[in-house]
Every structure is written in structure tokens, then in C-alpha cells.
């Protein structure tokens, strides 16, 4: 190659741009960690991806449904987590490595809950031994928001309720003898500050001797309860905000992990090695033993069809409308923007065209 040709393709090289590295994913949720292992979901499926971070794999791909809480078995070799891949919510396990979802639950789910309400048929732990799932199904007579818990064989069979009247968030103790829980279930509510008859505190049950006990009082609210060793962790809105905290076990005492101000911390998770939870969209791991918090880098490499443009009728996404003073228009708000359009005869307008926020209640001027 001559020293000319040589030059002019040095050049074109220094001036081609490097491939960018990929955007650090967000709106990650509901992690769950079991050694270098982490399972999270994003965009209503599951996803896995090694605790150091990196790509993260698809492990679901049911497009008309939602997926939420997975939970890696204490082997590392199954996630087990709640899916309405019938149509109802019912807890499924698949293999860690990828595979097709087995279905374990068939009661009849309560049906969709308004976001307050969360979802029935959660799964919330495996027993210590790997031989049993603690599924909290909304199964009681004293309403359809109300959960007790429920013993769930991955290998298939009836469930068996544990003696629990009613439950929320819980996990349990290293030795499988005991459960750290909260008797009421509002985590899905976010009430700032919230000091009423709602508020969550964490108890500690004896499966073997049948009795339970307290072991927090504030007035607001202590949930996620997540026992490690001999300390319980969990969090707690002390100073207004969503923290970690830890209650020594041997002498009750109760400190703060975190001291965040500004997002809170949200469904924590624990497994081998220390515990995960999701804030401000990332995902963080807290190591056991030192306490010490990272957040876990998550990318992904998939071609994201939700972000792609699309042709969406009309008819089926009205959120709002209010006629015009005339009475010859009418406006109206489409899946977040704002249109104006004619009662006969005419072509609609678009008052707003932002993808990125929600516009909502228009009305007209006098």
C-alpha cells in the first residue's frame, strides 16, 4: 500500500467514531440476589444478569401479561416468581439457564387490583432447604386485598397454609423454624410519612411453638422484613424517606444502614451473600458481611421494541374529553397528548406532542 493510501485510511480510521458503549439500563424492580446470581424484571419480564453487572438476559417473554418477584432457589438453579401467563396471576418456576415456565398454582387468582392493591400470589421466599416456596395468596374471608401464606411445592401438589391468619412481606430465618413478617400489606401504597391505622410493623413467628412477637414499634412504617444470620433487616421511613436498617437479634437493638434523603428504598431482597433492592430505578447489592452497598451496572442488548414508533386507533386509548363552548369540537386526551376534534365534520388537531410526558383533564376556556 502506498504511504498516500496509508495516510488517507490512518486518518479515516482516527475519524471514525468508536462503537458506544451501552446505556446503563433503569427502571429496574423487584431484584432478587443468591450468590453471584441476580434476577430482576424490567418491562414485565425477568431478566438475569451476574451480580457483577453487565448484559442482562431475557428469562420471560410474555408480552400481554406482568411478572413480578422472582426468586432463585437456594441452589441457584431455578426462579421461581408470579406471572398471569393463563390469563390469572399464578406462581411458575423456569430454570435459572432458560427454559419454559411450569406452572404451580391454580386457584383462582382475585383478579386485577388497582395499584394500590398489589398482586395475589407473590412469592416471597424459599424455605432454607430449597424445598418449598412462601407464596402469600390473597386467599381469606375478610376481604380480597388480605393475604395469608401458603406453602408451595416446586415440584407440584397442593399447597399447605401455614397457621398465619394474615401476612404481608416476609422471609425466613436461617434454620426454616421462624418467619420475620409484617402482618399488614401496605407496601404498594405510597403514602408519604403515612402514621395511621395501616402502618406496617415487623413480628417475628414461631412456626414450632405457635407464638409470635413484636419486634418493632415505631408509628410509621417498618416492612421487607429480611433475615440474615442473626440480625433482621428492613426498612423503615424514620427520617421521611425509605431506609435500610438492621435489628440485632441478640440484644433488639436497632440501627440505620442507609441515610438516603432523596429516593427511597424499595423491595429489598436477600439471598446468598447479602441482600438487593431497587432505587431510583438501579439496583443495589449490600454485602453481608461488610455492609458495604454498590450498585449493580445492568446494559441491555436486546432491540427494545417498546421504544419503536407505532400506529395506535384511537378508539380504546380515550383517557379524558369535555366539549367546547360551541359545542362543534370536542377535546380530548390520547394515551398522554392533548387533540381537539371536530363533532361532524373537520379533521382533528393535536394540541400537544410530547412522548416523554403525560398530559391529562384538558378543558376549554369559556
Given at each position: 500500500m ?16 468508536a462503537a458506544?458503549?451501552?446505556e446503563?439500563?433503569r ?22 444478569v451476574?451480580?457483577?453487572g ?7 417473554s ?11 432457589s ?11 401467563r ?5 406462581v ?20 386485577r387490583?388497582?395499584p ?10 424459599w ?13 381469606t374471608?375478610?376481604?380480597?386485598r ?20 394474615e401476612?404481608?412481606?416476609a ?17 404498594w401504597?405510597?403514602?408519604k410519612r ?5 402502618a ?6 414461631d412456626?414450632?411453638t ?9 408509628e410509621?412504617t ?17 427520617t421521611?424517606?425509605?431506609?435500610l436498617y ?10 440505620a ?5 432523596d ?15 431497587e ?18 451496572p445492568?446494559?441491555?442488548a ?28 370536542a377535546?380530548?386526551t ?13 379533521e ?9 410526558r ?9
Amino acid at each position: 500500500m502506498s504511504p498516500i493510501r496509508l495516510a488517507l485510511l490512518a486518518a479515516l480510521l482516527a475519524a471514525t467514531p468508536a462503537a458506544a458503549a451501552p446505556e446503563e439500563a433503569r427502571l429496574l424492580r423487584f431484584p432478587h440476589v443468591q450468590g453471584d446470581k441476580l434476577a430482576f424484571v424490567h418491562a414485565g419480564d425477568v431478566w438475569t444478569v451476574p451480580l457483577a453487572g453487565g448484559e442482562a438476559r431475557r428469562l420471560t417473554s410474555f408480552d400481554d401479561g406482568f411478572e413480578l418477584f422472582p426468586r432463585i432457589s437456594p441452589d441457584g438453579t431455578t426462579v421461581a416468581y408470579s406471572g398471569e401467563r393463563s390469563g390469572t396471576r399464578q406462581v411458575y418456576v423456569v430454570p435459572y439457564a432458560g427454559g419454559v415456565p411450569r406452572r404451580l398454582t391454580f386457584y383462582p387468582d382475585v383478579g386485577r387490583l388497582p395499584p394500590r392493591g398489589g398482586y395475589d400470589n407473590l412469592v416471597y421466599d424459599w424455605t432454607p432447604d430449597g424445598e418449598k416456596l412462601l407464596v402469600r395468596s390473597n386467599r381469606t374471608p375478610y376481604g380480597e386485598r388480605i393475604g395469608k401464606y401458603f406453602l408451595v411445592d416446586p415440584d407440584g401438589g397442593l399447597p399447605t397454609p401455614l397457621p398465619i391468619p394474615e401476612g404481608g412481606p416476609a422471609t425466613f430465618s436461617p434454620d426454616g423454624k421462624k418467619i420475620a413478617y409484617c402482618i399488614i400489606s401496605r407496601e404498594w401504597r405510597t403514602w408519604k410519612r403515612y402514621r395511621a391505622g395501616r402502618a406496617q410493623d415487623v413480628w417475628i413467628y414461631d412456626l414450632e411453638t405457635d407464638t409470635v412477637e413484636q419486634l418493632t414499634t415505631f408509628e410509621g412504617t417498618d416492612n421487607q422484613p429480611l433475615w440474615i444470620g442473626e440480625t433482621i433487616y428492613f426498612t423503615s421511613d424514620r427520617t421521611g424517606t425509605l431506609n435500610l436498617y438492621a435489628c440485632d437479634l441478640a440484644t433488639r437493638d436497632i440501627r440505620a444502614v442507609t441515610t438516603y434523603d432523596d429516593f427511597d428504598v424499595l423491595f429489598p431482597a436477600r439471598g446468598e451473600g447479602g441482600l438487593v433492592f431497587e432505587r431510583a430505578g438501579w439496583i443495589w447489592f449490600m454485602d453481608a458481611a461488610t455492609e458495604a452497598i454498590r450498585k449493580v451496572p445492568i446494559t441491555f442488548a436486546d432491540d427494545r421494541p417498546w421504544l419503536r414508533p407505532r400506529w395506535i386507533e384511537g378508539d380504546g386509548n380515550l383517557d379524558d374529553w369535555a366539549v367546547s363552548p360551541s359545542g362543534k369540537r370536542a377535546i380530548v386526551t390520547v394515551r398522554g397528548d392533548v387533540f381537539t376534534v371536530p363533532a361532524e365534520k373537520g379533521e382533528p388537531h393535536r394540541i400537544t406532542r410530547t412522548p416523554a410526558r403525560r398530559e391529562r383533564d384538558a378543558r376549554w376556556s369559556p
